[in-house]
């Protein structure tokens, strides 16, 4: 395999590591999730991703507002 090959797929999964985690603390947070928030999460960036997590922290915001941004 090669080197880009090796961080392409490092790359993924990671991503996919850290969607997952955060569905794990939204559950958490918000209890059951509406089925609208897989495809969220399904088409997020890292950037997005983190985003959400670091809005999780000492926020008061619903979960509509904080992954759609309303």
């Known amino acids: 395999m090669s080197d880009a090959r090796k961080w392409e797929w490092y790359d993924r999964y990671k991503l996919k590591g ?4 955060l569905r794990h603390l939204l559950e958490h947070r918000f209890g059951a999730l509406p089925a609208w928030i897989d495809e969220q999460l399904g088409k997020a960036t890292e950037r997005e991703i983190i985003r959400w997590g670091q809005g999780l922290l000492g926020t008061k915001l619903s979960l509509e507002q904080l992954l759609r941004g309303r």
């Open 18 to 21: 850290e969607v997952r985690l």
